[in-house]
């Protein structure tokens, strides 16, 4: 039996999961692993959520703007480094907190990365041809057809997954999901997975509320700093892309407002699909007192 214990807090965008990490963080006196893949860049701030300066002096925070959006930075970079520095927390601190609404930077740290037969590289050229001359709707369809799992559960407004997952369903002649969930590493520490969840519809109002004081907070000057920058995969994502696109003079700023926030819920109904396969998570309403969390966490310690 491990002795030394990771608290994986989880759930959609905007329901709490930083406040909580904080909480939990300071009553069992430790520090704080983040697993937000938008999270890692330090030109990504305000349309990232990330922890403000007050949140991040409250608690020692790893993985919070140690990257440039400029560095090529993955899902196996962050594993291997995330559990070096879980090892090397573990030493002092019977207790860490992993917190983060990234599922598969979350299951890579607490699970270990699934892995993939070798595929042709022309298959990826074929797939970003056609992304370039039918649209990412069409590779959508497509993947929908091949691996209803994978359609249900990965992010469909990112390319870069889409693609991935098509060319190994195309590539083996079996589905992407078949591949998930095989031959996992052990981990020197036991996972408590810790759930935030609240009605749907509470969920999408804070959402809503989010994006608009994003744009308060200055999220189009942020993302205007990135002009340069956005075509790089790390940029094509939720509360930036629309942005560019204002910017561009595609959208108006209200148009783009109203894209974030639907763009923001789909993003949070995923990530609630994503979660909810974990049976063992422990969910607790978004409301739920601190003291009671911290009952429960230490019942399963005992």
Avoid at 50 to 57: G, M, Y
Avoid at 94 to 100: A, P
Avoid at 105 to 126: H, I, N
Avoid at 179 to 199: M, Q, V, W, Y
Wanted: aromatic share 10%; charged share 25%.
């Amino acid at each position: 039996m491990n002795n030394k214990y990771l608290i994986s807090i989880i759930g959609p965008t905007a329901i709490g999961k930083t406040t909580l990490s904080i909480k939990l963080a300071n009553y069992f006196k430790t520090e704080i692993i983040s697993a937000d893949s938008r999270q890692f860049f330090k030109e990504m701030s305000i349309g990232t959520a990330a922890p403000t300066k007050p949140e991040l002096e409250a608690a020692k925070h790893h993985f919070i703007h140690h990257r440039s959006v400029t560095e090529d930075y993955n899902v196996g970079a962050f594993e291997k480094e995330a559990l070096d520095c879980i090892k090397n927390l573990h030493q002092t601190h019977e207790i860490v907190i992993m917190v983060g609404g990234s599922g598969l930077y979350v299951d890579a740290v607490t699970k270990g990365l699934d892995y993939f037969p070798e595929v042709d590289k022309s298959m990826r050229e074929q797939l970003n041809n056609k992304l370039e001359t039918e649209g990412l709707e069409t590779l959508q369809l497509q993947l929908k057809k091949l691996d209803l799992a994978s359609y249900n559960t990965i992010a469909l407004d990112n390319p870069q997954r889409v693609i991935r997952a098509l060319e190994v369903c195309i590539g083996s002649g079996q589905p992407y999901s078949s591949f998930l969930n095989k031959d996992k590493n052990k981990r020197p520490f036991t996972t408590i997975t810790i759930g935030l969840d609240a009605e749907r519809s509470i969920i999408y109002d804070r959402i809503n509320r989010r994006v608009n004081i994003m744009v308060e907070n200055g999220l189009v000057e942020e993302v205007k700093s990135l002009l340069p920058y956005q075509k790089l995969n790390s940029l094509n994502t939720v509360g930036y892309k629309e942005i560019f696109n204002f910017l561009n003079k595609e959208w108006s700023l209200d148009f783009a407002i109203s894209e974030i926030q639907k763009n923001s819920r789909r993003f949070a109904k995923r990530q609630l699909t994503w979660f909810k396969r974990n049976t063992e998570t422990i969910w607790f309403d978004y409301q739920t007192p601190i003291e009671d969390i911290v009952s429960k966490i230490k019942t399963i310690i005992k």
